[in-house]
């Protein structure tokens, strides 16, 4: 079965390919927009080294960004999500803002901190931050209370509690939340390079786009999504060996 | 309790960007004292004549672009969940593409679709799309599949099995699809218009912020809000009606 699936997959892609090749090369669709897969793949080795430049950039950007999702989301979680008072008034805040489109911001953001890595870390790491604020706050909330109750009645410190009890007890909810928030953190830089940028693989792509280079273009975002998915992939790769370990 | 909380909460926020707005660079930030008569002037039609129009407009975008992610997302939803098979080969091939940041296939439809509404139409319907299609696949494999033989058994032809039986059990993750579809069918048109348009809410936010007029920026901004959030309110109000009617 799996096998036959996964031939069914390559043999659609394969399809696909070929029709868009023959709809390319016959003439129904006009290259000018829609190029040939054989016409991106030889854009794909011109822009090679540009795009590559761009993408370093870009995911070093998302990088930092990530970090201080991670770190910031986690620590605030923690944080708010222990205690019932903060937690119960800044609850509806939380969910606000990670609702709103950040996007209405993003023209203020520029303004404040201008163009380059800046506003791009920036709004990257507020499109990472609430998916794992929210996730570490609703966990450490369901925390079993027995395990809190029983270390504090072995006299645990509040920093044991938070680094032996609360923070095991939230590992798999925050695996999860680092698995939404790095798509997010790299749809904020692209984002902010799209709209403002000088760099990265948003600029490059916008460029393209601006100068109807299609094949280019298409190759830029080939590149772009197989990054993206490669990383999520890794993630979910890393999240199985750990719930192994985990036991 | 909690509630007041929140309500002195709001009040500082508001006062500390009154007193920081008042300290700043009037073209980088502005107090609230300033967004009111911003905002007056803007809903009497003095500052931007075109407000009904371009919210018109943006309006029509979304309803356009969240109609057909509907379509479509229930048609692929249930084609792909069907059948085990094409689910099997298909599901995980979406699932990856869910993994790329959606805003990759922006510039390519911008190209594609030109800067007027239609490359806003396709980019809130591609982002509408997937989580309609995700939530069709989850509800259908939350129907508990004795319910179907028993159906069956009983002489219920497929269409009678869809609608009586399947649609009912899965009515509530379906829902859920569609809200998130909606809300994310907004945020695609909304970041379109302030990628790059020459109408609509976003042009407005885009033609504010270019001129540093501030006040009217932020005007603008809520002006917005209010259509995203009156959007997810009525969603959310349709979601209730359809919980009652399941329970």
Redesign the interface.
């Known amino acids: ?1 799996t096998l ?2 996964r031939a ?2 390559v043999v ?1 892609i394969a399809a696909m390919l070929a029709a868009w090749e023959t709809a390319a090369r016959a003439g129904w669709v006009d290259p000018l ?2 190029p040939a897969p054989s016409a991106v793949v030889r854009a794909l080795a011109k822009i090679g080294g540009q795009a590559l430049a761009g993408l370093a950039d870009t995911l070093g950007k998302t990088a930092v960004a990530y970090v201080l999702s991670v770190v910031l989301g986690v620590a605030a979680g923690l944080f708010v999500g222990s205690m019932r ?1 903060l937690r ?2 800044l609850n ?2 939380v969910i606000a803002l990670y ?3 950040k ?6 953001i520029v ?2 901190l201008g163009f380059g890595a800046a506003p791009a870390i920036f709004y990257g790491t507020i499109h990472g931050l609430f998916p794992i604020l929210v996730l570490v706050m609703g966990a450490v909330r369901d925390v079993d209370r027995t395990l809190v109750t029983v270390a504090r009645s072995y006299g645990a410190t509040t920093w044991q509690l938070y680094w032996k009890v609360l923070l095991p007890a939230i590992v798999p909810s925050v695996l999860a939340g680092m698995r939404l928030g790095v ?2 953190c ?2 904020g830089v ?2 902010v390079e ?2 403002a940028g000088v760099r990265g693989m ?1 600029y490059v ?2 460029a ?2 601006n100068g ?1 280079q ?1 094949p280019e ?2 190759a830029a ?1 080939a590149l ?2 197989a990054a ?2 490669a990383i ?2 890794a993630l979910d790769h890393l999240n199985e060996k750990l719930s192994h370990w985990r036991g | 309790m ?1 509630v007041l ?2 309500l002195a ?1 709001l009040a500082a926020v508001l006062a500390l960007w009154e007193v920081a707005g008042r300290a700043a660079n009037p ?3 502005v107090p609230p004292s300033a967004v009111l008569p911003a905002l007056r002037e803007l809903l009497l039609l003095r500052s931007y004549p075109d407000l009904p129009a371009s919210l018109l407009l943006t309006l029509r975008e979304i309803a356009l672009a969240y109609g057909l992610a509907v379509a479509a997302g229930l048609a692929c939803g249930f084609a792909l969940g069907m059948n085990r ?1 094409v689910g ?3 599901g ?2 979406l699932a ?2 869910y ?10 439809l ?3 679709f030109g800067l007027d509404a239609a490359s806003k139409i396709a980019f809130g319907f591609l982002l509408g799309f997937f989580p309609v299609t995700l939530a069709v696949l989850a509800g259908i494999r939350q129907v508990n599949p004795q319910l179907v033989t028993v159906a069956r058994a009983y002489g219920a032809g497929p269409v009678r099995v869809f609608a009586s039986v399947m649609v009912p059990a899965m009515l509530f993750t379906l829902i859920g699809g569609l809200r998130t579809g909606l ?1 994310l069918s ?2 695609g048109v ?2 379109g218009e ?2 790059g348009s020459k109408r609509g809410m976003g042009a407005l ?2 033609h504010a ?1 270019g001129l ?1 007029r ?1 006040a009217d ?1 932020v005007a603008l ?1 809520l002006v ?2 209010v259509l ?2 009156g959007s ?1 309110a009525l969603a959310s109000l349709v979601e209730r009606r359809a919980k009652r009617w399941t329970d």
């Open positions: 079965m036959r699936v069914l997959q659609s927009f829609v008072l119960e008034v509806p805040f609702g709103i489109p996007i209405l911001v993003l023209p203020w303004l404040v798509v997010f790299l749809l692209l984002v799209m709209f948003g792509m916008s393209f786009a109807f299609a273009l298409f975002t772009v999504s993206s998915i999520v992939l | 909690t909380v929140r909460l073209l980088m930030a098979l099997r080969v298909y995980p091939m990856a593409l993994a790329v940041p959606a805003v990759v296939w922006y510039p390519s911008m190209l594609f809300a907004v945020i909304i970041v302030i990628l936010i885009n912020y540093l501030t920026y901004v917005t809000l995203i959030v997810d």
